[in-house]
């Protein structure tokens, strides 16, 4: 449902977010 996509949606960016500061630090 819309809930299940937003959730895949968040942990999305919070995985590429992490990965992006991961390669900044």
């Known amino acids: 449902g ?4 937003v959730s895949e949606y968040t942990s999305w960016i ?5 990965i992006s500061n991961f390669c900044k630090a």
């Open 2 to 5: 819309v809930y299940s996509r």
């Open 14 to 18: 919070e995985q590429t977010t992490g």
